[in-house]
């Protein structure tokens, strides 16, 4: 990532889902990059819906901070075995709740807990995955309630976040990005007539996005091809 000092320090929460392991790969194999740290439930038990959790490898990372890049590239469409609903009717109070937990306020958590591990002298970055389908403006079908609305609640968490932190940190970039139909378990059921991008040119491609955005464009929303998607 050439917009950063070299050399640099990466964080990917997540870093054990199909996407998550293609941002380290791309990340491990860029020269400037010094040491890239993951979390994954699978691996060390990281739960990006339990606070305490959070909190707790915040606080044991805080040993091999700062980090110039932090990708948290947790979430899901289907959880406990609860797809999208294709109808309000389908709309339950857990499934909706999974949602927002795992979609939303997982993500918030990684803000409050690691920000303060984030560099403050320096350009940084920090990287939420987001859907397109979390876009009020460009909803066209309907359908998938919970999941929706949790990644727009996760689109305003993020800008909301980079209100804040351009005052404590004036060379950091705050982003929601949309990576696109990907070829992981967490779409397989849902885009079989679309193509895919393989996780690792949606990670690349996202990356190269993150590496241009300018800090005026901190807390947007952008596609893996550098367009601004609308709210």
Partial sequence: MTSLEHPYRALVVGGSGGIGSA????????????????LSRSVDGFDVTNEDSVAAAAERLSQQAPFDVVICATGALTINGIG???AIKAVTA?????QFALNAIGPALVLKYFLPLVVKDRRAM?????ARVGSIGDNRLGGWISYRASKAALNQIVRTAAVEITRTRPHAVVAALHPGSVATSLSANFAPNHERF????????LLEVLDHLSTAQSGGFFAYDGSTIEW
Avoid: N, Q
């Fill in 84 to 86: 999208p609903e294709k």
């Fill in 94 to 98: 857990d499934g909706m709740a999974a």
């Fill in 23 to 38: 941002f380290v790969e791309v990340l491990r194999s860029d020269p400037a990059c010094a040491a890239v740290v993951t």
């Fill in 126 to 130: 920090m990287a939420f995955l987001s």
């Fill in 198 to 205: 393989t996780p690792h040119d949606s990670a690349t491609r």
